[in-house]
């Protein structure tokens, strides 16, 4: 009998073919919609919008994908880049069921941790939506009523104030810089704002594990 | 006159869904028999699948929100599609406003074409992590075994940097607007200016905030982590009660969520 291959590496075979293959109905849809409706795409605004809007977000996508996987796990990673809303949902998810379970990401017992963790918010989310569209016409009023919109738009800060205090409590010789620096550019600089955290991520990051360095080498840490 | 929100839209987009749903349930179900070959504790594993489902249930009702803005100019289908893939309602908006624009388009939707175009712009523009992950996801996990393998201590140190980073930029970025306290102008207003696309055309729209506006999301974020840290404290004093530590953060996060009603209501916001 032919020995089975590892765990992780069947991981990354099923990745591949499902990306692959999600990325391939995903294309298909315009191209079907336009053979149904006999349409073809207006080339001039295709080009147009696309020049406007793909470098600056493929840009962010080649960013996040090498900031993100460390955090996600192979599975996770897979799952993330396909049903989307990593910072503002599913990498919390992940972090707080690693919490959970006393494992570390870096171990197996931690990418079976954060793919159980990730698919479930993702088969939780897309029945939601479900319901949501569903339930379209009685939701909206209720939904788009004027004294519940703060609360929506106050989600991330809800999120990260709960996550935040557990890893900085943890860490707190390795929070305070990166923390400390984030807080001064982000007052201090009018660029920074929804639009560019994406972009502070990967600088966050990176300022951190150099603190790391330095500050296990001198054995603090 | 084209329907964004013909019943064969719905079909198409339905059977989309399903096949990425299916990729859930397929790595759910692969996770869930490793765990267990790993001798993981069967009722550990449903206790995570289950606080994760919690968690994410306003999370995912502020995506139904942002399906809701959208449908207005783009039918339902389309937005259903965009936020149950990788998106967001402030990416598809800008997707769909470049291409309107380039299009000349005014108005809704009316056309095939226009419908097509849009949709082509979106999905190519935020195609690149479905594919980059699978040709990076393997170089980059064997770089991160072998150096757990090399130094386990400074692998445990280099995660912990990785979440750290992630999570003082969100942190920083929740202080972003608290800079309106010392820039409002006499009547204690701040005017900024963004670009909207109406009519087929960019124009400038102001707006306007209260100087106090930008505290709201630093109150959320502090009531957030109060409620954290007192449940962090409640549950290592009362080990027997489980739902405290498991809960912990779904409750910060709906309780910060709540209180950002009344932290509005004082501090004030959009003027």
């Known amino acids: 009998m032919k020995q089975q291959k590892p765990y992780i590496e069947r991981v990354y075979r099923w990745g591949l073919i499902w990306n692959l293959s999600v990325m391939g109905i995903l294309m298909a849809f315009p191209i079907v919609v336009a053979i149904l409706y006999h349409a073809m795409p207006d080339w001039q605004g295709l080009l147009g919008g696309l020049m406007a809007t793909a470098p600056m977000y493929w840009a962010v996508g080649v960013v996040e994908v090498i ?45 079976v941790v954060s793919t159980i963790a990730i698919a479930v918010s993702s088969i939780v989310t897309t029945l939601i939506i479900i319901l949501g569209v569903v339930l379209i016409v009685p939701l909206t009023p209720l939904l788009e009523n004027p004294a519940l919109t703060p609360a929506f738009d106050q989600l991330v800060p809800a999120l990260f ?10 860490n707190r010789k390795l929070a305070i810089a990166p923390i400390l620096l984030m807080l001064i550019l982000f007052i201090f600089v009018p660029a ?10 990967p600088v966050g990051v990176v300022f951190t594990l150099i603190l790391g360095r330095i500050l296990y080498k001198k054995g603090v840490v | 006159m084209f329907d964004t929100n013909a019943t064969i839209l719905f079909i198409l987009v339905a059977v989309i869904i399903a096949v990425v749903l299916g990729q859930s349930v397929f790595f759910l179900v692969k996770a869930w028999k490793r765990g267990v070959e790993l001798g993981m504790d069967r009722k550990k594993l449903r206790k995570i699948a289950r606080t994760a489902a919690i968690f994410t249930v306003a999370p995912a009702v502020a995506i139904v929100i942002s399906v809701i803005a959208l449908s207005k ?11 149950s893939v990788v998106g967001s309602l402030s990416y598809e908006t800008i997707a769909a406003e470049n291409t309107a624009l380039a299009m000349g388009m005014t108005g809704s939707v009316s056309t095939a074409s226009q419908f097509v175009t849009i949709a082509l712009v979106m999905t190519i523009s935020i195609m ?24 386990k201590k400074w692998a445990d140190v280099f995660q912990n940097s990785l979440f750290l980073g992630m999570i003082s930029a969100f942190v920083g970025y929740v ?29 400038q729209q102001t707006v ?29 004093k009362f080990k027997k009660v489980h739902w405290i530590a498991d809960y912990a953060l779904p409750v910060s996060l709906i309780v910060g969520m709540i209180s950002a009603i009344p932290f509005t209501a004082l501090f004030g916001g959009e003027v």
């Not at chain 1, 996987?69 to 599913?90: Q, R």
């Not at chain 1, 104030?161 to 943890?170: K, N, Y």
């Open chain 1, 67 to 111: 900031s993100y996987i460390p955090m996600l796990g192979a599975g996770g990673s897979y799952l993330s880049f396909v049903t989307g809303n990593i910072s503002n949902l599913k990498l919390p998810c992940a972090l707080n069921a690693l919490e959970q379970a006393e494992v570390k990401a870096s171990s197996e017992e931690g990418e």
């Open chain 1, 161 to 170: 104030g709960g996550l935040g205090v557990v890893f900085i409590s943890r």
């Open chain 1, 192 to 201: 920074l704002n929804e639009g560019t955290v994406g972009i502070m991520v």
């Open chain 2, 73 to 83: 100019k783009l039918g339902i289908p389309l937005p259903w599609l965009r936020l």
């Open chain 2, 128 to 151: 690149v992590g479905i594919w980059l992950v699978p040709v990076l996801c393997k170089k980059m996990q064997k770089g991160m075994s072998s150096l757990e393998k090399r130094d």
């Open chain 2, 175 to 203: 202080f972003c607007n608290v800079s309106r306290l010392w820039t409002a102008d006499a009547s204690g207003l701040v005017t900024q200016t963004k670009t909207v696309v109406e009519n087929g055309e960019k124009i």
């Open chain 2, 208 to 236: 306007q905030y209260t100087a106090t506006s930008g505290l709201v999301p630093v109150c959320v974020m502090a009531v957030s982590a109060v409620i954290m840290a007192v449940l962090g404290i409640l549950s290592k």
